[in-house]
């Protein structure tokens, strides 16, 4: 007896066809689903860049009493770090009333301020209040980013250690940071005077309301924040949308 054979049976092409695309759309949705869960993963590990949209303008006031600061809250020379964070929170800011070595108002005129690492300028806002002696910059070092207390003021006619050069009658007034040395110099825009920093102190400009003998901040100008790629990104906004409180802090 002779054994029929029967042929196997070929695919029909529209069913091959569905087939393939069904392992195609299959595959694709693991993929989907593994770059999501990547996504997720990453924006977990890298923190969301936030900030503020503008530089605001906020009321400078006692971090302790919540009253304006005046004028006659602000001592002459005064060789603790009065600071203020802004214009977010973490970037804190010197707050001076700049004098002479007898403890005298010295009115600070606009300076034309060198930036050494790129070779441009920028004006500084000089001083403001009754007699132009209050000004503001960071006090984020240029250098390295160190702050209050490593980097403080040292009044005129003071020792800045290991500074002999810019010490004791020679000292006129100067922001050093003990970190590695960088010096800056207040009266003249927070301009450098000293390495290895290559940048100046970003200023801050201040508004005066002689009405009420209060004080406001409300920009900045010159190099960006240390550790920045823009001065209103990487980092929180401020806590209160009106005022800034402003703090001490002793060596």
């Known amino acids: 007896m002779v054994e029929t054979r029967k042929e196997p049976e070929k695919d029909n092409p529209a069913d091959a066809s569905r087939r393939s695309f069904l392992k195609v759309m299959m595959a694709l949705g693991v993929g989907a689903v593994t770059i999501a869960v990547?996504?997720?993963?990453?924006?977990?590990?890298?923190?969301?860049?936030?900030?503020?949209?503008?530089?605001?303008?906020?009321?400078?006031?006692?971090?302790?009493?919540?009253?304006?600061?005046?004028?006659?809250?602000?001592?002459?020379?005064?060789?603790?770090?009065?600071?203020?964070?802004?214009?977010?929170q973490n970037e804190p800011n010197f707050l001076l009333r700049l004098g002479d070595s007898s403890g005298n108002d010295v009115a600070i005129s606009p300076y034309n301020v060198q930036i050494p690492a790129t070779g441009g300028t920028f004006k500084s806002p000089g001083?403001?209040?009754?007699?132009?002696?209050?000004?503001?910059?960071?006090a984020v070092c240029q250098h390295l980013g160190c702050t209050p207390p490593?980097?403080?003021?040292?009044?005129?006619?003071?020792?800045?250690?290991n500074h002999p050069g810019h010490s004791g009658s020679a000292n006129t007034g100067f922001i050093n940071c003990n970190c590695h040395g960088s010096?800056?110099?207040?009266?003249?825009?927070?301009?450098?005077?000293?390495?290895?920093?290559?940048?100046?102190?970003?200023?801050?400009?201040l508004a005066w309301d002689s009405s009420s003998d209060t004080y406001?901040?409300?920009?900045?100008?010159?190099?960006t924040i240390y550790g920045h790629s823009d001065d209103l990104s990487g980092g929180n906004p401020l806590s209160s949308s009106s005022q800034a409180d402003v703090t001490t802090i002793s060596d």
């Open 38 to 88: 990547a996504r997720g993963a990453i924006q977990n590990l890298i923190p969301q860049s936030v900030g503020t949209s503008s530089f605001p303008t906020l009321t400078l006031v006692n971090a302790t009493t919540g009253a304006p600061i005046k004028t006659n809250d602000l001592t002459v020379n005064n060789p603790a770090a009065v600071i203020f964070d802004y214009p977010l």
């Open 216 to 223: 406001a901040v409300n920009s900045m100008v010159g190099p």
């Open 127 to 138: 001083g403001v209040g009754p007699y132009k002696s209050v000004v503001s910059s960071s």
């Open 183 to 205: 010096t800056y110099d207040p009266y003249k825009g927070f301009s450098v005077v000293t390495g290895p920093t290559k940048s100046p102190l970003p200023s801050v400009i």
């Open 150 to 161: 490593s980097i403080h003021f040292y009044k005129p006619g003071t020792t800045i250690p």
